[in-house]
């Protein structure tokens, strides 16, 4: 199946006092852990790509170097400016690219999970894919969530999100159809502050 693994890297950091993404933790900047798990997991699964969104220039220049020593159209760097407006305008700018060659089913990374490994992308995808449900999220005790994946199908109910809105609410209407990807509480860590790390 085609996949597109979408990493948003976009954030405003507000909670975090300066740009998260950018802040270097044990020896490389926040960000990178992602997308360098992203990489790794996508490279052992045919037909998957890597999408990296993000409204800042040194990330967009990060990717596009590394896309140059990928095969072409696995990695790619998407500049979202109005990103500065919300979340909504992230996952917007990242569909409105993937329209131009849709996958059937593309997923949602947060830059700020820097614990989430390789082996846990590809296990979630494949458990996706065994499952024969048209979408999936991760689920951690009582909650639930990114990352998800959904079927193309459903792009069109992101294109109604406004400000920070994003995927849950879009899942949240789609919970009946949904396959939940254990993992044990805790495990999924967000960064949200510097006391987070």
């Not at 790794?40 to 999408?51: C, F, I, Q, T, Y």
């Not at 069109?156 to 209407?173: A, C, E, I, R, S």
Request: proline share 5%; charged share 25%; glycine share 8%.
């Amino acid at each position: 199946m085609k996949i597109d693994l979408i990493l948003m890297a976009a954030g405003n950091s507000r909670r975090f006092g300066s740009n998260k993404l950018l802040y270097e933790w044990r020896g490389k900047k926040l960000y990178r852990y992602m997308l360098d798990a992203l990489l790794e997991a996508a490279e052992g699964l045919p037909g998957v790509r890597v999408r990296v969104v993000t409204q800042y220039e040194e990330i967009l220049k990060m990717v596009e170097e590394l896309a140059k020593r990928k095969a072409p159209g696995f990695l790619t760097g998407v500049y979202s400016l109005e990103s500065v407006k919300g979340l909504s305008y992230t996952i917007r700018k990242a569909l409105d690219f993937e329209a131009a060659d849709p996958p059937e089913a593309f997923a949602f990374f947060t830059a700020d999970t820097p614990e989430f490994s390789s082996s846990d992308i590809r296990e979630f995808l494949e458990a996706f894919l065994a499952s024969g449900r048209p979408l999936a999220c991760v689920r951690c005790g009582e909650t639930y969530g990114n990352p998800a994946v959904f079927s193309w199908k459903y792009a069109p109910l992101f294109q109604v999100l406004t400000g920070d809105q994003g995927g849950k609410k879009v899942l949240n209407q789609l919970l009946d159809d949904c396959f939940f990807y254990e993992l044990p509480e805790g495990s999924r860590r967000d960064i949200d502050t510097p006391e987070d790390l």
